[in-house]
């Protein structure tokens, strides 16, 4: 049915009542014959409000319909939400330059007449004259927009996938050094509570572990049962020479 209506002044009422309803193909045509009917310069306004900025409207203003003072101020806000796209720290010297005002005071009151209407969230930096913006809002995507984006959702997800992997790594690493040193806790707790020649003690330290974890067992019971003299020629035993030590401590006790 909105195929078949003509977009004029005559019937604008009709038209409007139909956009309102209208969905998916049907909104699509509609807004096609908007383009192409006598409200071409309605159309192009309704685009600038979508895509574009105060600067875009001054320079076709002579060939769209005027804007009221409230309308010049939400296409400024409109503005500042695309600058802020770009710059999170945007000087007061190119706001004043893109919205067009004329001083400082016009240009503080725009802004914070955009943080009341959530626009953008962020702060007047007076001093150094410019405006930081922590927050703003999405504008409408224009289908030359598309490949940019997809590329810096792609380079996103590349930069999530290095976070997560240095997370596991470093996750994995105190995990691994918890584990030896519970295995040397339980190894030493096993130790010292046997003779040192008994069964038991030879063989928790005759099971598979860590080489360095045999060593450190050997070590510290060599610093546990044994006097000056003796530990001094004992920890001088190469790490790769564990057993034979662990042995040659047994016979010293027995």
Not at 84 to 107: D, G, H, T
């Amino acid at each position: 049915m909105s195929a078949e209506v003509k977009v004029t002044g005559q019937n604008q009422e009709q038209f409007l009542l139909l956009a309102k309803s209208a969905k998916g193909a049907a909104l699509a045509t509609l807004i096609h014959q908007l383009a192409e009917s006598d409200f071409a310069s309605t159309f192009r306004l309704l685009t600038v409000f979508a895509y574009g900025t105060y600067a875009d409207y001054l320079a076709e203003a002579r060939n769209l319909p005027p804007l009221t003072e409230a309308q010049k101020n939400k296409l400024r806000h409109l503005s500042v939400v695309t600058l802020a796209a770009k710059v999170k720290c945007i000087p007061y010297a190119v706001l004043l330059e893109a919205l067009a005002l004329r001083n400082v005071r016009q240009l503080e009151d725009l802004v914070i007449e955009a943080v009341y209407a959530d626009v953008l969230r962020g702060s007047l930096d007076q001093r150094n004259q410019r405006l930081e913006v922590d927050y703003s809002i999405g504008r409408d995507i224009q289908r030359q927009d598309l490949s940019a984006i997809a590329r810096t959702l792609q380079e996103w997800c590349v930069g999530c996938e290095v976070v997560l992997s240095g997370i596991e790594e470093q996750v994995s690493r105190p995990s691994q050094e918890s584990l030896d040193t519970h295995i040397l806790e339980s190894y030493l707790t096993t130790v010292v509570s046997f003779p040192l020649s008994s069964p038991w003690v030879l063989g928790m330290l005759l099971l598979p572990c860590p080489q360095s974890l045999r060593a450190a067992v050997s070590r510290a019971i060599a610093i546990w049962f044994f006097p000056g003299p003796v530990l001094e020629s004992l920890m001088a035993v190469p790490e790769g020479f564990t057993l034979p030590f662990v042995s040659l401590m047994g016979k010293g006790r027995g």
